[in-house]
């Protein structure tokens, strides 16, 4: 069917030319913006550009059509040049690279380790970078620290802390950056503490509320982030940011970078 049907059929709709797409996938910039930097382009008629949101990245999909696959992807490259100029902060991949094997290959690369301590996201973070083939090179271990107990008791965040800010809070999330990443012996830290809903929300702390922490040996920066949608939306989102702003501060050489993120 394929041989006798399809591909005739393709021939004559494309009429004779190859037809080649990449894609490019980014974080830590939404949609509009990342579309706003790129209007001009996007009415290229070919190559062409598609913008195309995704949950917690953006991806940006070019198309060439050419008499030859050398040809579409010369088109290819020279559009992904001028993309990667303008928004070259953002892109960690292509085509089907996910973040966390980006991030498990820097780490390697680095000769560093990671370890997680987690409230909202209840394992999530530690389940996506361990669903890389070789991630056991880099990942020592996570701590799901739901509750208080938990959290004082394995990771040491003082109840002080606790009792004056809430478990919801930019002292919670240090405490459990620094604290897995002392008591697990890793390179990097990462704590995640917030507000996945759709209950247990307040005016002053609302669901969808997330802080996340990393730690490296030198330093410790901690980024609010107030998250849209459902519970596993707002999860995913907050997993998805904490690996980019671990790639970020892998690529920096540490922590201090991601102050100005």
Same mark, same amino acid.
């Given at each position: 069917?394929? +041989?006798?049907?399809?591909?005739?059929?393709?021939?004559?709709?494309?009429?004779?030319?190859? $037809?080649?797409?990449? *894609?490019?996938?980014? =974080?830590?910039?939404?949609?509009?913006?990342?579309?706003?930097?790129?209007?001009?382009?996007?009415?290229?008629?070919?190559?062409?550009?598609?913008?195309?949101? !995704?949950? /917690?990245?953006?991806?940006? #999909?070019?198309?060439?059509?050419?008499?030859?696959?050398?040809?579409?992807?010369?088109? $290819?490259?020279?559009?992904?040049?001028?993309? +990667?100029?303008?928004?070259?902060?953002?892109?960690? @991949?292509?085509?089907?690279?996910?973040?966390?094997?980006?991030?498990?290959?820097?780490? +390697?690369?680095? @000769?560093?380790?990671?370890?997680?301590?987690?409230? &909202?996201?209840?394992? %999530? %973070?530690?389940? +996506?970078?361990?669903?890389?083939? @070789? =991630?056991?090179?880099?990942?020592?271990?996570?701590? *799901?620290?739901?509750?208080?107990?938990?959290?004082? #008791?394995?990771?040491?965040?003082?109840?002080?802390?606790?009792?004056?800010?809430?478990? *919801?809070?930019?002292?919670?999330?240090?405490?459990?950056?620094?604290?897995?990443?002392?008591?697990? /012996? =890793?390179?990097?830290?990462?704590?995640?503490?917030?507000?996945?809903?759709? =209950?247990?929300?307040?005016?002053?702390?609302?669901?969808? %509320? *997330?802080?996340?922490?990393?730690?490296?040996?030198?330093?410790?920066?901690?980024?609010?982030?107030?998250?849209? /949608?459902?519970?596993?939306? $707002? !999860?995913?989102?907050?997993?998805?940011?904490?690996?980019?702003?671990?790639?970020?501060?892998?690529?920096?050489?540490? &922590?201090?970078?991601?102050?100005?993120?």
């Amino acid at each position: 069917m394929v +041989r006798e049907q399809v591909v005739p059929f393709l021939a004559q709709w494309t009429r004779g030319e190859v $037809i080649r797409s990449r *894609v490019l996938r980014l =974080s830590g910039i939404g949609e509009a913006d990342a579309e706003a930097q790129v209007q001009d382009l996007v009415r290229s008629a070919n190559p062409t550009l598609a913008p195309l949101a !995704k949950l /917690g990245e953006v991806h940006l #999909r070019i198309t060439a059509r050419a008499a030859s696959i050398d040809e579409a992807e010369q088109m $290819i490259a020279q559009m992904e040049h001028t993309l +990667r100029e303008r928004l070259g902060a953002y892109i960690y @991949g292509t085509d089907d690279t996910t973040l966390e094997q980006v991030v498990v290959n820097l780490l +390697r690369e680095h @000769g560093q380790s990671l370890a997680t301590a987690e409230s &909202c996201t209840g394992g %999530l %973070l530690s389940h +996506r970078i361990t669903d890389v083939p @070789g =991630s056991s090179d880099v990942f020592i271990g996570g701590i *799901v620290a739901y509750s208080n107990a938990v959290k004082q #008791r394995e990771l040491g965040v003082p109840q002080e802390v606790l009792t004056e800010y809430g478990a *919801v809070s930019e002292p919670t999330a240090r405490a459990m950056a620094e604290g897995v990443r002392a008591r697990l /012996g =890793s390179h990097w830290g990462i704590g995640i503490t917030g507000i996945a809903g759709p =209950s247990g929300g307040t005016p002053e702390k609302p669901v969808g %509320l *997330v802080y996340i922490g990393v730690s490296d040996p030198n330093t410790t920066v901690v980024k609010r982030q107030l998250f849209a /949608g459902d519970r596993q939306t $707002i !999860k995913y989102r907050a997993t998805q940011y904490a690996l980019w702003l671990l790639y970020k501060g892998v690529q920096a050489g540490g &922590c201090g970078s991601l102050s100005r993120l």
